[in-house]
């Protein structure tokens, strides 16, 4: 099984280019929903909500993960009781 590898540093930019996109768009969507200056006058509802979507990022990637994993055991598992002395046999 082959896997992209990424260095450290790109890693690093990729984390910071999302940790800002979050913190903009919650400061978007404080503003939109509670009006304009509410997030800079909060920023702890900023942080919580950027809490928030790394969590929901987190969980969709491990679900993710999770399911090619198991599409990858059941396709392997097919495999075998098609073959010729495979699971079927015997």
Do not use: C
Not at 20 to 35: H, N, P, Q, T, V
Not at 61 to 76: P, Q, S
Request: proline fraction near 2%; hydrophobic fraction near 45%.
């Amino acid at each position: 099984m082959s896997r992209n590898r990424r260095s450290a540093d790109k890693v690093m930019e990729e984390a910071l280019m999302t940790a800002s996109s979050y913190m903009k768009r919650a400061a978007l969507e404080i503003d939109k929903f509670f009006g304009e200056g509410y997030a800079e006058d909060h920023p702890e509802l900023v942080a919580a909500f950027m809490q928030a979507a790394a969590a929901d990022m987190q969980t969709m990637w491990t679900a993710a993960t999770i399911e090619d994993g198991l599409y990858e055991v059941a396709d392997n598992l097919r495999r075998i009781a098609d073959a010729p002395g495979g699971l079927s046999a015997g």
